[in-house]
C-alpha cells in the first residue's frame, strides 16, 4: 500500500506560482513512477506531469510544458510540482498519483496509476 497526501493548493492570480507537494507513505521503494493529474468540473480527469521514480526521467503534458516542473525531495520523500505563469485555465483539483509496476513508458492515463491522493484544489483568477 502506499498513501499520498497532497498540500499547496490554493487562490492565485493569473501569471502567478504555486508548488504542490505530494508526500508518500508505505511501499513507497517499490514505485515506478509518480504523476500529478488534475481534474476542472465537468471535465475529464487528465495528465499534468510524470516523474520516472529511480531514473528521473519526466514527462509534461503540452499544455504545461516550459510552466510546470516535477521534482523529487528524497529528504522530505515528497515528488514536487512547481507551477509558474498560471493561467484561469489551470484552475483544477490536482491529484498525485503512483504506479507500481513497469511499463514502457511514463503513465499518462487515470487507469494507469495504482494509488491516488484526495487532491488539492488549485484556483486561478483571471
Known amino acids: 500500500q502506499v498513501q499520498l497526501v497532497e498540500s499547496g493548493g490554493g487562490l492565485v492570480q493569473a501569471g502567478g506560482s504555486l508548488r504542490l507537494s505530494c508526500a508518500a507513505s508505505g511501499r513507497t521503494f517499490s514505485t515506478y513512477a509518480m504523476g500529478w493529474l488534475r481534474q476542472a468540473p465537468g471535465k475529464e480527469r487528465e495528465f499534468v506531469a510524470a516523474f520516472r521514480s529511480r531514473a528521473g526521467h519526466t514527462y509534461y503534458a503540452d499544455s504545461v510544458k516550459g510552466r510546470f516542473t516535477i521534482s523529487r525531495d528524497n529528504a522530505k520523500n515528497t515528488v514536487d510540482l512547481q507551477m509558474n505563469s498560471l493561467k484561469p485555465e489551470d484552475t483544477a483539483v490536482y491529484y498525485c498519483?503512483?504506479?507500481?509496476?513497469?511499463?514502457?513508458?511514463?503513465?499518462?492515463?487515470?487507469?494507469?496509476?495504482?494509488?491516488w491522493g484526495q487532491g488539492t484544489q488549485v484556483t486561478v483568477s483571471s
Open positions: 498519483a503512483s504506479r507500481i509496476a513497469t511499463m514502457a513508458y511514463l503513465p499518462i492515463r487515470p487507469h494507469e496509476y495504482d494509488y
